[in-house]
């Protein structure tokens, strides 16, 4: 597919394109670590872009009160103990009731809302303070197309997304954290029989995806140099698709977070690609909805076809 678009467009691998689509996904690929981590248990979050805007809102809208001065640090401190704490009420849900974790989240979500945007009264927000436009423009380097001389700046904030995951790969792979998240997913029953403890491990687990997930909205808005109540609304499918499209099974307890990232890429790249080649928004949405079924059909006949499998192999 690369090569059919740089064929037809001439811009695929250019330098200048390649950091920009790396710029794109930096705050899906965050979001996708969360999502990857809740799918593996068995559960569906559609809660992060709300419980984002929220977290990132009320720390944005109490720094231009205080007129903070300060670096980034401080801000972004708030911003993972605030998505933490609405982490904390998804968990409490998910881990006490016996009700899907997406009918659960999707409540949430609609709360998450209700309270910037009634209690709150959010609005858009056209300036932000100092220190999240220096996080913003921070760059590692910067590419240069040698054809057409335009130039991208490659931001440091793929850093962050670099670190994210790298921790993320180490606690689920590494930790008995990982292994009870992936034992769950698999067999909540016999996860429990096995030792772990279900409840804690679900709790614990959505407040470090809450956290993760307002880290992405914080940079969102450093990147758009705004703070929009809405701009993260409706990603949530989109994420969730791309950790399905990498192989991560949509029941639970199998897939891998290299596959999750993969999956985001090819999002990103198609995205990417339909831009690159002049097609209208419109047919943009229909070319990845073609996408997202065909892929995340093909993810479903896998799961059925390891279960038909294991249902022979016990007979």
Not at 13 to 22: K, R, S, W
Not at 91 to 100: F, I
Not at 132 to 144: C, H, I, P, R, S
Not at 194 to 207: I, M, P, Q, R, S
């Amino acid at each position: 597919m690369c090569l059919v678009i740089q064929a037809r467009s001439g811009q695929f691998f250019t330098p200048n394109n390649i950091v920009d689509q790396a710029n794109a996904m930096i705050v899906s690929g965050i979001f996708a670590v969360g999502a990857f981590m809740v799918i593996i248990s068995g559960g569906i979050d559609v809660s992060f872009p709300a419980l984002a805007s929220l977290s990132v809102y009320v720390v944005v809208r109490w720094s231009l009160d205080v007129e903070y001065q300060g670096n980034i640090i401080v801000p972004l401190i708030m911003v993972c103990g605030l998505g933490a704490l609405l982490g904390a009420l998804n968990g409490l849900l998910v881990s006490k009731l016996t009700v899907s974790s997406m009918i659960l989240t999707l409540g949430t979500s609609s709360v998450f809302r209700g309270i910037m945007q009634g209690v709150l009264e959010a609005g858009q927000m056209q300036s932000l303070p100092r220190a999240y436009d220096e996080f913003a423009k921070a760059n590692l380097f910067v590419a240069q197309n040698a054809e057409t001389g335009i130039t991208s700046n490659m931001p440091a904030l793929f850093l962050v997304l670099v670190a994210i995951v790298l921790i993320a790969f180490f606690i689920m792979r590494y930790t008995m954290f990982g292994r009870a998240i992936y034992a769950i997913g698999g067999d909540e029953n016999s996860a429990k029989r096995a030792g772990f403890n279900v409840g804690a491990t679900k709790f614990w687990l959505y407040v470090l995806v809450g956290a993760i997930a307002s880290v992405a909205g914080l940079i969102r808005t450093c990147q758009t140099g705004i703070m929009h109540p809405t701009n993260l609304m409706g990603s949530e499918m989109m994420v969730i698709a791309a950790v399905v499209l990498g192989g991560t099974a949509i029941t639970g307890g199998v897939g891998t977070l290299t596959g999750a990232m993969l999956g985001t890429v090819l999002i990103s790249i198609v995205q990417n690609s339909l831009i690159l080649l002049g097609v209208p928004t419109f047919w943009q949405g229909f070319f990845l909805g073609v996408l997202i079924i065909v892929g995340t059909g093909i993810s479903a006949m896998q799961v059925a076809r390891q279960n038909n499998k294991l249902v022979g192999i016990k007979q």
